[in-house]
T-cell receptor
Framework: DTGVSQDPRHKITKRGQNVTFRCDPI?????LYWYRQTLGQGPEFLTY????????KSRLLSDRFSAERPKGSFSTLEIQRTEQGDSAMYLC???????????FGPGTRLTVT | DQQVKQNSPSLSVQEGRISILNCDYT??????FLWYKKYPAEGPTFLIS?????DKNEDGRFTVFLNKSAKHLSLHIVPSQPGDSAVYFC?????????????????FGQGTILTVHP
């Protein structure tokens, strides 16, 4: 199976700790997106990479959030000094040039206690 | 501001009947629309899409209709099956953003919970 993968699937952390999530997109997809989903809502856009360049960031992405895609392949999303409001499902998606359909990974469920 | 709205939080349908899920949008820059299905603890799964140059797209039991003048789209599932029970999200994208480049981020509705009863 060559779908989008995310690691870890679940993360429980204490408030104030740093966490890092990883996303491996579909191999031929050069465009990668991060979204956040909270209960009862649809996914909300966080940030977008085209190859290794981060081209768009949502205003939802505070200074505590940083994302990278160092070699244009996998991506990481780091949250520093986590807060309870960061508890959510973090979703990664990828797509290829010329197509608008995005394919999502299974998500990382973050719980901040 | 909610640029994509799914006004029905839930829909209950009998197996074999038609399911119709609705979606409205406000941003006239949106010109590509997608439907996703989501099971609990999984990521959204792409179902079907439609470009604004079309008013209908069909894939097996799934048909999406787009009414640009009304800024409304709908997903029809015929016949509905119990395995279709899930949360359905409508999403929209602008092929070109205001700067003339294409980033393709998706703006989602709140979702509709579909339950298909045997």
């Amino acid at each position: 199976d060559t779908g989008v993968s995310q690691d870890p699937r679940h993360k429980i952390t204490k408030r104030g700790q740093n966490v890092t999530f990883r996303c491996d997109p579909i191999s031929e997809h050069n465009r990668l997106y991060w979204y956040r989903q909270t209960l009862g809502q649809g996914p909300e856009f966080l940030t977008y990479f085209q190859n290794e360049a981060q081209l768009e960031k949502s205003r939802l992405l505070s200074d505590r959030f940083s994302a990278e895609r160092p070699k244009g392949s996998f991506s990481t999303l780091e949250i520093q000094r986590t807060e309870q409001g960061d508890s959510a499902m973090y979703l990664c998606a990828s797509r290829r040039d010329g197509f608008f359909e995005q394919y999502f990974g299974p998500g990382t469920r973050l719980t901040v206690t | 501001d909610q640029q994509v709205k799914q006004n029905s939080p839930s829909l209950s349908v009998q197996e074999g009947r038609i399911s119709i899920l609705n979606c409205d949008y406000t941003n006239s820059m949106f010109d590509y629309f997608l439907w996703y299905k989501k099971y609990p603890a999984e990521g959204p799964t792409f179902l079907i899409s439609i470009s604004s140059i079309k008013d209908k797209n069909e894939d097996g039991r799934f048909t999406v209709f787009l009414n640009k003048s009304a800024k409304h789209l709908s997903l029809h599932i015929v016949p509905s099956q119990p395995g279709d029970s899930a949360v359905y999200f409508c999403a929209a994208s602008a092929v070109l953003n205001a700067g003339g480049t294409s980033y393709g981020k998706l703006t989602f509705g709140q979702g509709t919970i579909l339950t298909v009863h045997p």
